[in-house]
Structures are given as C-alpha cells and as structure tokens.
C-alpha cells in the first residue's frame, strides 16, 4: 500500500531574509555599488549562507542586485540606460494592463485603487513623506494590474516592481503641488478606467509615465552623467 502523501510546511526563511536585504537595499541602509558580502550577512541575520545566496539570487531577478564574476553580489547601480530600459517596457506592460482593466475589472477589483487614493487623502500633509508616497504609489499600480486579470502580465510587473519603488525614492526636481498632483493623476486613471474608455485610458497611462521618467531622466543626468546612446 502507497504510503500518504506528507503535507510539508512552507519553508519562509528565504522569504524573510531576502525582505530583510531588500528592504536595507530600498531604505539606502545599502548604498549603490555596495558588495554584498555573504558570511557578514549570514552573521547579521544569524542564518545559513544557504538562504543568504537564494535571497541574493532572488534579488538578482528583481534588478536590485548585480553579480559580476570577480567581485561577487553588488547593489545595482542605477544608470540613465537602466532607467531607459526599465521605463520603455513599465510603459508596455501598464498599456496593457489599463486595456485589460477596461475591459475585465469589476467595481470590486477597482475598490483598492479608491481605498488607496482614500488613504493618501487621510495622511496630514505635514507627515508624508516621499517614502510613504512612492509605497502608495507601488500599492496602486500593484492593484491596477491585479484588476487586468492576466496573470504573466502581473508575474512581468512583480519583476520590475522593486526596481520602479527605487526610481520614485530617487526623483528629484518634483513640483511643489507633487502631493496634489500625485492626487489628481491618479485619481484621473481610475475614472478613466472605470469608464471602460481604454483609448483614454491609454493615453492617460502614456502621459503619467512619460512625466515620471521625464524627472527621473532629469535627476540621474543630473547626478551621475551619462553619454548619450
């Protein structure tokens, strides 16, 4: 007689520690260029270099890590050709993801983007910081593509998701009504969504991204020049 089947508990401490490098990595705690060092992590953490190597493997995938051949796992640099990239293929996929919201999402699956832009109201302007505007901000893109319903879209977006939450943390030169225009764009993107009007939708997405890379272009060919392509 086959024996049963054992049900194994889901093993959660690479989970954890890759939490704990990434938010180090997102908080500045690790800086640009920074080699990760895999015993002193270990040590910190007080685990295995076992899951110190998966939790850098996973942060490899999500672009916040590089690995080079002679000097081990570094914090990404952040270049304007990596912002390029990153930006060309956020604005492909959110193109997407507003066409399949207009055509998929409920009121249900649109209820967390009000929620959010709810909450950002409830914050007194005098304690938000840019930290807690770009987490808002991650949180109500994350509920967009989750109202799309199209699941590899969604596994693309969690790809890049760490590498953007990054890029809204670096933005300088940002307007002095950022915080109600932050609003207002956003609020302009769920009606424009709930309208089921995807030509507008689209252009609506075109025109908020292209605004934030603008910025972030601005900041990074001012803080670190690079060469033209």
Known sequence: MTPPL???????????????????????????????????????????????????????????????????????????????????????????AVTEACTHATESDLAPLEAILLLFQSI????MTRRRVAELDIDFHDALFRAAHHARLYRAWEALRSQIFVFLLLRDGLPEDYLTSWYHAHAGLLQVVRSRDAAAALACIEEHLDAAYGRLKEHLLATEPTPAD
Request: net charge positive.
């Open 6 to 96: 054992q049900r194994r508990e889901r093993r959660v401490l690479t989970d954890d520690v890759a939490d704990a490098l990434r938010e180090a990595i997102l908080s500045g705690r690790f800086k640009r260029g920074e080699r990760l060092i895999e015993d002193e992590l270990a040590e910190s953490l007080n685990v295995s270099r076992g899951p110190i190597r998966q939790a850098i493997f996973r942060l490899q995938q999500e672009g916040l890590v590089v690995h080079e051949t002679h000097r081990g796992a570094t914090v990404a640099q952040i270049s304007l050709h990596d912002a390029n990239e990153i930006y060309s293929l956020r604005k492909a996929l959110e193109k997407l």
């Open 124 to 127: 007194p302007r005098s304690t």
